[in-house]
């Protein structure tokens, strides 16, 4: 009988630890999971593209406590002797909230770091250009969408290794799966549909039309009725039915450069958020209605999004302000900014992170990470009169992040024709009239937006009082182009 006691006593102990780490009542986990309260021990991270970074926060304060360093600024990484990650893109971690998954789409990894002590502990290498890595809910096996290709790559879950590979139709997006750990859902940034995947035999067994190429991310509702994913391309979010036949439920306007969706369950329902680069707010809507019921003012180019393990909270990530934004889910509106590195993408939040002790070993400063530089763009009329000069109000803001001698330049451009050709360059003239140097070309999406990207010392040149004695100012303009030649410009940098 003792014996009998004991060993009842340690499985039931062993049931409360596995319970005390499984997902929370919040995404991607169940619903009827117990919710999770901000504490000390969790944590949130940001998977930061230009720094090659992890910022790691505290958001029991809002408190940016590191930065885990994965790969080089430019033009280090340009070496062919470079070993560093490169482009740190995709995030997600394992139910046991141990590990995160770091997913840098330049050097085609995965690296597998551990929570509490920050520290790599595997990287696997995948095919070209990967987005998103996300474990299963039995923490079994790893998905990893390989954008650049078409399949998925399945690892696993111990080992970190590739075991076999999903074909899919070519650009897989991001995965996600049901809470329940049965279907895997896989959109695509490169074909209009978006698949669903028994995740027992890795089978095909449902398909979802897109309304547009271009998903870069979904997420399921925590009860298992819904899957939301957005699209980039065309400033719209889909909904489809989460079980067989995936049935179409609704496609909702969100404007430009709808990046990220991610789900919250509060005491007031379930709710969408969605990021919404080219308007600079996070746009809410219930998920049993689909009534828009919020838009949060956020900053420049909100990219990436995380519920707290509570719901209480969701965190984002700016990627023209390099800042992560708390936002209370309860009164919708922002609570807290932390500075973080360069050009946030993915956003995870993950609870209990750390179970013991302070959690910052192998965490470096913010550093040459926290520098960069903002300006904006807006209609060429209005440069004179005064018209909007702030990121909340511009068609088109700029951020110039600092690499040490260069910067790389990203340009989050809306109110443009919808599928033309333009070039982002530098005029001679705050009008922007003379001559106009090139620094990119680049084709509008359906929604007249781009995400453009160039680099150089940009940053002496256009930012007043920056350039050295004798050096020329120059004035960041859009112009189109026109048979292959510049046209006047559209828009011109504010003085």
């Known amino acids: 009988m003792k014996r009998l006691s004991f060993c009842t006593v340690a499985m039931s102990a062993a049931a409360m630890a596995a319970a005390q780490l499984a997902w929370a009542g919040q995404a991607p986990g169940l619903l009827s999971a117990p919710d999770i309260p901000v504490s000390h021990h969790d944590r949130v991270y940001a998977a930061e593209q ?5 910022s790691v926060i505290d958001p029991a304060d809002n408190k940016l406590l590191g930065l885990i360093r994965l790969g080089d600024p430019s033009p280090g990484n340009f070496s062919p002797l470079y070993k560093g990650q490169l482009l740190v893109h995709g995030m997600g971690y394992a139910p046991d909230h141990r590990t995160i998954a770091v997913v840098s789409i330049g050097s085609n990894s995965v690296s597998f770091i551990d929570t509490q002590t920050n520290a790599v502990k595997h990287v696997t290498y995948v095919g070209r250009s990967p987005h998103e890595a996300f474990f299963t809910p039995d923490g079994k096996e790893v998905w990893v969408t390989v954008r650049g290709e078409n399949y998925v790559a399945v690892l696993d879950g111990t080992t970190y290794e590739e075991k076999t590979r999903i074909t899919v139709p070519a650009g897989p997006g991001m995965q996600i799966f049901s809470p329940d750990g049965k279907y895997g859902y896989v959109c695509s940034s490169f074909n ?57 439920l609704k496609t909702i306007d969100t404007g430009p450069i709808t990046n990220h969706v991610n789900i919250v369950h509060n005491a007031k329902g379930t709710f969408a958020y969605v990021t919404v680069g080219g308007l600079n707010v996070v746009k809410v809507f219930r998920t049993d209605d689909f009534s828009q019921v919020a838009t949060i003012p956020v900053g420049s ?35 807290a900014t932390v500075p973080i590195g360069q050009a946030p993408q993915a956003v995870t939040y993950v609870p209990d992170a750390v179970p013991q002790g302070d959690g910052t070993q192998n965490l470096q400063p913010l550093g ?4 960069s530089a903002h300006v904006v763009l807006v209609p060429v009329g209005s440069v004179a009169s005064g018209g909007a000069t702030d990121a909340a109000h511009a068609p088109t803001t700029v951020a110039l ?3 040490g001698l260069v910067q790389v330049l990203q340009a989050a451009v809306t109110g443009l024709q919808p599928k033309q050709p333009y070039a982002l360059g530098l005029a001679d003239h705050p009008d922007g009239s003379g001559d106009v140097q090139v620094l990119a070309n680049f084709m509008t999406n359906p929604a007249g937006s781009a995400i453009v990207n160039a680099l150089g010392q940009i940053r002496q040149l256009v930012t007043p009082g920056m350039g050295a004695s004798g050096d020329k100012r120059r004035y960041l303009v859009v112009a189109p182009v026109v048979e292959g030649k510049l046209g006047a410009p559209v828009q011109a940098q504010t003085l």
């Open 50 to 54: 230009f720094s090659n970074t992890v």
């Open 192 to 248: 209009p549909q978006t698949e669903v995947i028994s995740v027992a035999d890795h089978k095909i067994v449902g398909t979802v039309k897109q309304a547009s190429p271009f998903c870069p991310d979904l997420a399921a509702t925590p009860d298992g009725k819904q899957v939301w994913f957005t699209l980039k391309d065309v400033g719209k979010v889909q909904v489809f039915d989460a079980k067989p036949p995936f049935a179409m």
């Open 301 to 335: 180019l909100p990219h990436g999004l995380w519920p707290s393990g509570d719901g209480s909270r969701i965190y984002v990530g700016l990627e023209n302000a390099d800042a992560m934004t708390a936002i209370d889910t309860l009164t919708n509106t922002v609570i």
């Open 368 to 371: 040459l990470a926290g520098q």
């Open 401 to 403: 992040f600092e690499q």
